[in-house]
Nanobody, 123 residues
Framework: QVQLVESGGGLVQAGGSLRLSCAAS????????MGWFRQAPGKERELVAA????????LYADSVKGRFTISRDNAKSTVYLQMNTLKPADTAVYYC????????????????WGQGTLVTVSS
């Protein structure tokens, strides 16, 4: 089972960019589907983006399509979330998750979760 550590959060002005990283331990990173979720204060956790193992198929929440890009570097056991044109509504704690498949990630039934990194977008 992998362990996950997120980094890259911070404070940014609206319209700015941030790149989140999620470093995974373990030898089987390439086999895992990976996802980024977020949870804003008073709101439920939501899936932002996910990427499969193998083919690297991606999916995105409608609210971030065209602005966010998920990618992975299996050699570095790291998944990234490039966030552009950030909006105050993107303010949340962002969590990385690993699961057996995209369907598992979409269902929120990840095997492993990171500790989260806070992203704050000021207006």
């Amino acid at each position: 089972q992998v362990q996950l550590v997120e980094s890259g959060g911070g404070l940014v002005q609206a319209g700015g960019s941030l790149r989140l990283s999620c470093a995974a331990s373990g030898r089987t990173f390439a086999n895992y589907a990976m996802g980024w979720f977020r949870q804003a204060p008073g709101k439920e956790r939501e899936l932002v983006a996910a990427i499969s193992g193998g083919s690297g198929t991606t999916l995105y929440a409608d609210s971030v399509k065209g602005r966010f890009t998920i990618s992975r570097d299996n050699a570095k056991s790291t998944v990234y979330l490039q966030m552009n044109t950030l909006k105050p509504a993107d303010t949340a704690v962002y969590y990385c998750a690993a699961g057996r498949s995209l369907a598992t990630i979409e269902g929120g039934n990840a095997d492993t979760w990171g500790q989260g990194t806070l992203v704050t977008v000021s207006s």
